[in-house]
């Protein structure tokens, strides 16, 4: 069996630097994949076959993780589709039959994806491929390699089997991410009960972890109809909705700022896992509304909470970023002199900066923890009056060129006296102040686009509340 070296995949970019095509990548990696497996099934991982199989392709791979910006080349299967680092493979028919055979595999070991560092050896994929062996041999429905551990490799856990609804989502998306938006508040307030009730904030974490994998995926191409459920308060507000929305807008801004799909779901399980703390008494920080406490008693009070929070820690990368998060907790945005715990001046971590945005905007937006409930546009004023004071200013300009002047789901009234609500901001290079909106009348849903020469003599009047509007702007807002 022959596979395309990744030497030949490689086109001139920018300045004469090869790029990948990740489609001849994905190909040739799946390809190498499977002939590994199969050559493990007829002999063993053990056997002297397996091996070189192994390293042959570890050169290859190698050479391009490495021309990959994070270094890691991720691998999905949902169905009979496969992405690798995001992009879905166009397969021939003999590819698509190898993949049916993986996927087959992954689904006895409970696996939807895989992620392989650049530093994995032959003796991390031999590791990974005698578990997955044990697994599969077994066939029992109770074994899944959830508990499985392999340097280098990280496992995605979950079925790659499409679900019905992400059937239904090839007719309605609308549908679809409605019901992913509502298991995620369903699942985190039964969480939060949980919590409340055995007062141990050590909870099953992992659908709540399989649902923000799927908002991770749905951000790039759907994030307007995610982001326009999550300011119309379908249920009331409280600190399980406030996580969720939390979690979707800083995994926003995770994403716009590049970063890989898998960091971009740890950062949502890290705004989960802060209101998991919370419930048992480690504070979540409020850095624009807190009464700061001096310098020491403010770092007594967060190494006094990082010390309650590693017994319940694991070492993995979200158990890091909680402990960051509290460490950080009410420290200035910008440290303008040394502190006496600091031996230089500095800056809050990135994530802590995003969760900080992410956190007071919902609050804003659901009004809650002595914040009063604003429209959107009114909370995108707010958190632009604080830029450079307590909100890093880049990211709040990230935020505002993502969100838009007025954000998708404000409800508006137009020029021409219809109501409607937002439903997608302009491009980046449009008038902010004309962005698509969708008309409030269930008989004539008309969706216009402001920033079209259609419609220049129309315009956006004001926004208006929603208990002011005379339609129910989340119903019309998932008509397709």
């Known amino acids: 069996m022959t596979e395309q070296p990744a030497a030949e995949m490689e086109s001139a970019g920018a300045e004469g630097q090869p790029q990948m095509d990740m489609q001849q990548f994905g190909r040739f990696f799946i390809g190498s994949l499977y002939r590994i497996l199969k050559v493990a099934s007829i002999y063993n991982v053990d056997h002297a076959q397996t091996r070189e199989a192994i390293e042959e392709f570890m050169p290859e791979f190698k050479k391009s993780a490495q021309q990959l910006p994070e270094g890691m080349i991720s691998v999905t299967v949902r169905g009979e589709l496969c992405s690798v680092n995001g992009e879905t493979l166009k397969l021939q028919r003999r590819e698509q039959e190898r993949l049916n055979e993986l996927q087959s595999i992954f689904a006895s ?20 491929l005698q578990q997955l062996n044990t697994v599969a041999d077994n066939q029992s429905p109770h074994e899944d390699m959830e508990h499985v551990m392999v340097p280098h490799i990280q496992i995605n856990h979950g079925s790659p089997d499409q679900t019905i609804m992400e059937a239904v989502a ?6 679809y991410i409605a019901h992913i938006y509502t ?11 949980q919590v409340r009730k055995d007062d141990d904030p050590d909870v099953p974490t992992g659908v709540i972890r399989r649902i923000l994998q799927s908002v991770s995926e749905l951000l790039a191409d759907e994030d307007f109809m995610i982001l326009g459920l999550l300011p119309m308060r379908l249920v ?9 929305n939390s979690a979707i807008y800083a995994m926003l801004l995770a994403d716009r700022l590049g970063l890989a799909k898998q960091t971009v779901a740890y ?3 890290a705004a989960i896992y802060q209101d998991i703390d919370r419930l048992v008494g480690i504070s979540v920080g409020k850095r624009d509304q807190d009464q700061r406490l001096d310098t020491h008693r403010q770092f007594s009070a967060n190494m006094r909470d990082v010390a309650t929070m590693l017994k319940h820690c694991g070492g993995d990368v979200v158990s890091t970023l909680r402990i960051l998060l509290t460490y950080e907790r009410g420290c200035d945005y910008d ?24 956190r007071t905007y919902d609050l804003l937006i659901q009004g809650l923890e002595g914040y009063k409930a604003r429209r959107p546009d009114l909370a995108i004023q707010y958190v632009e009056s604080r830029a450079g004071e307590v909100f890093d200013p880049y990211l709040v300009d990230l935020l505002v060129s993502t969100l838009g002047l ?25 008038d902010p102040r004309r962005p698509a909106v969708r008309l409030l009348d269930r ?8 920033s079209d020469d259609h419609y220049r003599n129309i315009e956006i009047a004001r926004s208006v509340e929603v208990t002011d509007v005379t339609s129910n702007p989340s119903e019309l807002f998932l008509l397709t």
Not at 114 to 126: G, P
Not at 443 to 450: A, F, G, K, R
Request: glycine content about 4%.
């Open 406 to 430: 007025y954000p998708v789901g404000t409800t508006v009234e137009l020029t021409s006296g219809e109501q409607a609500v937002v439903i997608r901001t302009p491009d980046p290079s449009a």
């Open 335 to 358: 440290e303008k002199v040394a502190r006496p715990f600091y031996r230089r001046k500095r800056h809050l971590h990135l994530i802590s900066r995003i969760m900080d945005i992410a």
């Open 183 to 193: 298991r995620a508040l369903v699942k985190v307030k039964k969480m939060h009960d």
């Open 109 to 128: 070991a409970t696996i939807r994806g895989l992620i392989f560092d650049q530093a994995m050896s032959t003796e991390n994929l031999m590791q990974f």
């Open 267 to 269: 950062v949502g399980m």
């Open 236 to 244: 009331p507000p409280d600190v399980s909705s406030h996580s969720v």
């Open 170 to 175: 090839k007719v309605n998306k609308g549908m």
């Open 443 to 450: 008989d004539n849903p008309t969706v216009i686009d402001l």
